[in-house]
T-cell receptor, first 112, second 110 residues
Framework: SQTIHQWPATLVQPVGSPLSLECTVE??????LYWYRQAAGRGLQLLFY??????ISSEVPQNLSASRPQDRQFILSSKKLLLSDSGFYLC???????????FGPGTRLTVL | QKEVEQNSGPLSVPEGAIASLNCTYS??????FFWYRQYSGKSPELIMF????GDKEDGRFTAQLNKASQYVSLLIRDSQPSDSATYLC??????????FGQGTRLTINP
């Protein structure tokens, strides 16, 4: 079965600092990968998804970017964090056909 | 924009009773429907999925789908305090994306 790793688990960053969150998956090949953000007490907001290496679709224009340098690696970045970037960042793996998605443990980001 | 609507709750149910969670969706072309459970501070966990009209049972959980009414529900029988969580409804949008509802917070009272 597939496993999703995310790090770091928690992060506290000052406004204006850069960001790099990493997601790696095991147990599957050529998965669809997703980045979601969940603000406190809110639903899931899809940020980016990728169907393959180097292929990134952006759902919400903002100061974040994503990259997929390897089949099982998905990275979320920012050059300058905003207070509004605080939240729970979730990487998800999608399976073809059933459209099911499975979530990693998440990274809780606090921007001060 | 495809929409998935859930009552945010909180929904309070006594232990041992049936909890009923509801979800409506806007896209008639949706084919796959999912229920996720999210404990406070944790990531969502897939607990049920359904593709066909009718009921699907898995242990204490039953998912119900009515495509004509664009309505999907989750029933939890013999509710336990460990069922206290936020339940997220999700619906596929095309072949690659899911649209999530805002979630319903469920509390099971001992």
């Amino acid at each position: 079965s597939q496993t999703i790793h995310q790090w770091p688990a928690t992060l506290v960053q000052p406004v204006g600092s850069p960001l790099s969150l990493e997601c790696t998956v095991e147990g599957t090949s050529n998965p669809n990968l997703y980045w979601y953000r969940q603000a406190a007490g809110r639903g899931l907001q899809l940020l980016f998804y990728s169907v393959g290496i180097g292929q990134i679709s952006s759902e919400v224009p903002q100061n974040l970017s994503a990259s997929r340098p390897q089949d099982r690696q998905f990275i979320l970045s920012s050059k300058k964090l905003l207070l509004s970037d605080s939240g729970f960042y979730l990487c998800a793996l999608g399976l073809a056909g059933p459209f099911e998605q499975f979530f990693g443990p998440g990274t809780r980001l606090t921007v001060l | 924009q495809k929409e998935v609507e859930q009552n945010s709750g909180p929904l309070s149910v006594p232990e041992g009773a049936i909890a009923s969670l509801n979800c409506t969706y806007s896209d008639r072309g949706s084919q796959s429907f999912f229920w996720y459970r999210q404990y406070s501070g944790k990531s969502p966990e897939l607990i049920m999925f359904i593709y066909s009209n009718g009921d699907k049972e898995d242990g204490r959980f039953t998912a119900q789908l009515n495509k004509a009414s664009q309505y999907v529900s989750l029933l939890i029988r013999d509710s336990q305090p460990s069922d206290s969580a936020t339940y997220l409804c999700a619906v596929n949008e095309g072949a690659q994306k899911l649209v999530f509802g805002q979630g319903t917070r469920l509390t099971i009272n001992p």
